[in-house]
Every structure is written in C-alpha cells, then in structure tokens.
C-alpha cells in the first residue's frame, strides 16, 4: 500500500478524547477542527508555566537526496516506539508547505506506518495556519503601496520597498514582477516580487513569538522599506501589526493531531530550513514540553542547515536546550552520496557506500563538536539494505563512538523503532548535553557568516560583492549586528553546488543578497542560486494528484 492507502486506512481516535486520556487536556481547552483536529487555548498553556520541562529530542539527518531518508517518518517512529515501552512522548513537527506537496518532495505526515493522521488534512489546508500567515504578509503589502498611492506621508522611496508579496504555492512566473500598472488610480508602478509563505518574515515571527503581545510586537518591528535618507520604516509606523496580528489570532495557538498508533503529534509552523530557519513553533515545543517527559522534534533538511538555525537561531532566541540529536541516515542516500546513480541504488555496492559516509561522518561531527550534543545515528532501514552494507556502515563509523542503530519504523510502526528508543535514552541518561553556540553574539555579521561555511559546510571561505559588504556594514550601523544569521542555501550539499555531493572540502561559498528580518531579528544571507519562491518541477506531483466522485483522494504521496 502507499502511505496515503495507510493513511486512509488508519482508525483514528476523537483527539477530545486521545488528549484527555494522553496528556490530561480537559476538552474545554480545546478548539477542533472537525473530529481529530484541534487547537490548544492559550490560557490552558499559560497554566502549565510552573510544570517542570520534559527532556527533548532534536531529529536531524544526512544532506537530502532523490533517494530519501526519512526525517519526519523517524520522529514519528521515534515518538511511537518511545510511548511503546512506557515513556509519556509527544512529537513535535513541522506543518507541510503546498508548494512541495504539488511540487517535488510531495507531502510530509511521514511515512508508511509511521505517520500522523488526517495526512490529506495536514498536507493541504489543515487548520488554515498558512493562509492566515500568506494573508497577515500580502495586508503589510497592500498597506505599504496604498500608504503611498495615498500621499506618502512618512516619505517611502518606492525604490527602496523591501517587503515582498507571498503565495504557498512554488510559482517561478512570480518571483520578478511589476505592479500598479493600469493608470492613476492603481498606484505607482515598481518593482516587486513574491516568496513562498514559508520564507516569509511573518512565518519566522509566528515560529519565534511566545505570546500574543511578543507576535503583535515583533510584526511591528518589520522594516518594509527605507526613506531617501535611509531611514528605516515599520509596519506600526502603518498601523499594520494590530491587524496582522489579528489575522493570526487562531493561527497561533498550536494544533494537535495524532500518529497512526494514538498518540499526540504536534503540528505548528514551517519553514523551510534551506530559505528560513527551519524548525516548527516556540510555543508549540515549549507547550509539549510541559505536557510530556519526552518531546521529539525535528528540524528541516540536513543538520548543515536544519540543526544549525535550530540551535544558533531558535535555541539561542527562546532558551531551548535539546537534550540529544538523532542523525537520520539511509544506506540508499549514502551510496548516492557516493557516486552511484539513483536508478541503481538497490544494487550493493560498498565503495560508493564508504565515500558517501563521509556526508553522515560531517554531520555527526557538527553535532558534537560544534553543538555539543550527543548523537545516536538512526538508519532507516531499506529491503534492499545488505548486512555487508550495514556491516560497513558500521565500520565507517566506529571511530566516532558513536551508536548505529536500525530502524524498521515504515514498516513496522513504533515496534520497529524500539532499539533505537532504547539508545536514545541511554544516551540522555549517560552522556549529558553541553549544547554551545558556534558564534558569539557581539561578532560581526560578516564573521558569524564565515564561521558557518567554515566550521559547518567545510568551505575555505566565504565571498562577496562590493554591495553586500556595504550592506552588511549599515545594518551593523544600524544596530543590528547582534543577530545571528540565517544561511539560504541548497540543501542538497554542504557547499552552494547542489552537484557536490558528500562532504566536499575547501569549496567557496558566494553570498549573492542580503535580507534583514528586523521582526525575527535575524540576518539572511542569499548564497548560490537558491531562491525563495523555489519553481515546480517538469513533472510536478501535481500532476498525480486525483479526486474521485466519492471524494476519495489519491496520489498525494
């Protein structure tokens, strides 16, 4: 069966009823949206303030590839097999973007028997979390050409407009466009340009912000473009936040959904960790925490990206702290790593297997000498995984000391994932995090970026144009160099190259724009030709997907 067929087949639990029973939610402190839908009321949470922390554990993995590795489908197993033998755990997830679901990755509830469930709900519209963030940024927008259509009181320089216009949907006609054209009455005409909803600076807001007034206050901060003189306009120098943050009322209180085996998931918030920051919401994982002894969470792509704007960015902002790191790894992406081609994958080969286990060496390394968090390497086990593969996988490894543990969640569920429950709590047990971040806060922008390249993706060093260096030299001036930056890059290689793959040494990395984020107070940098309103595929998944008179979906994933 694919994973929608399971998906569909599962028998789900009313969610008043599971968190009850689960977690102690009384059903007055819940909002559903449908039967196995819900939202949590902020006031209940608020109660939970003096319950002490669960331990939390952060979900990485190996630099993607076609072949897959099975992320989000480990944090469920994980999560499953950890409540299996007896530990109250909570999984904490990313919400799906539409733009990957119709465009190349397809959905992301997991995978196989280790999914959360209703999968076409939480991969399409869920609870409208993403509509109302697409809406709270496009009103900014509308208000900042109408202020100056308007008379343009505060003096904007429409050529120094820097707010951009989102859709959740990849659409590369829209990235460069003009708007206002038609005449008087439509405004002045200029440049413009969209990104996808989860590059927004209202996402990265709405996945910082700890409370309502910290949302409204935080949107409030967002500079949507300069005077002549440069000086800097806001979104309250519009009067745009309040109503912005109205928008998101609803949005912002964190959903819960269940796994196929029955217990809670929750699912709040999503960037992109190769355009944003990666992780899902402050309030969500600060919230299952107080509510569970273990909380599993994952952060977007490899660790080069996900784990490193996880810790330098969300741990830093909100005093987070994970207690353990799993590096998610297959053999099939190893060997793609290492040169053999994707069509040949299932054919056993250990000398592309051994250069390939490089790329989970790096990442391995990252986590516990740059971060300093413990490590257990969980391989989401294939069929046509070979024991001499396995063997020399092991054997790539062993001078890290570090625990290889396979995992048969796909097709087992939580069962498949029991040893590897098992280690991770040996490790939090045995070996203590001394989480560290690689970059201090009174360093340059400019040095925290070449810390990154240099100690995270191994680069030899970092370049730039004339006018980043200038650009980064006035947000410095202009207070703003106690941020820590957020890398936009490919998320297929350590280096800017989508093409080089494994661990590539002493490549270059070319800082192309800049972008601040004086909302999420961060710093992005532009590397490459990553874009943030990525484009659709020649075949996108699009493409597969059907509805049938009886309102039967297939071919979401």
Known sequence: MTDLE????????RISKLAEEKLGIPDEHLEPYGHYKAKLSLSYLDSLKERPDGKLILVTAISPTPAGEGKTTTSVGLTDALNRIGKKTVACLREPSLGPCFGLKGGAAGGGYAQVVPMEDINLHFTGDFHAIGLANNLLAAMVDNHIHHGNALGIDQRRVVWRRVVDMNDR?????TVALGGLGNGFPRTDGFDIVVASEVMAIFCLA???SELKQRLGNIIVGYTRKREPIRARDLDANGAMAAL???????????TLEGNIAFVHGGPFANIAHGCNSVIATKSALKLADYVVTE???GADLGAEKFVNIKCRKSGLRPDVAVVVATIRALKYHGGQPLSDLTTENLEALEVGSRNLKRHVRNIRERFGLPAVVA??????DTDAEIEQLKRCLSHLQVKV?????????GAGAEELAHEVLNVIDDSPSNLRFIYDDNTSLWEKMETVATRIYGASKVVADTKVHKELKRLEDEGFGNCPVCVAKTPYSFSTDPKLLGAPEDHVVKVREVRLAAGAEFVVMICGDVMTMPG?????????????????????F
């Open 6 to 13: 399971i998906a569909q087949k599962a028998e789900m639990v």
């Open 536 to 556: 659709l595929p020649k075949q996108p998944a699009a493409a597969r997907i059907d509805l049938s008179s009886d309102g039967r979906i297939s071919g979401l």
């Open 379 to 384: 391989i989401n086990r294939f069929s046509s």
């Open 210 to 212: 700890t409370s309502r």
């Open 248 to 258: 998101l009322k609803d949005a912002f209180k964190p959903n819960i959904v269940q």
């Open 299 to 301: 952060a977007g792509f």
């Open 405 to 413: 543990v396979l995992a048969e969640h796909w097709e087992k569920g």
């Open 173 to 177: 006609a829209l990235r460069e466009i």
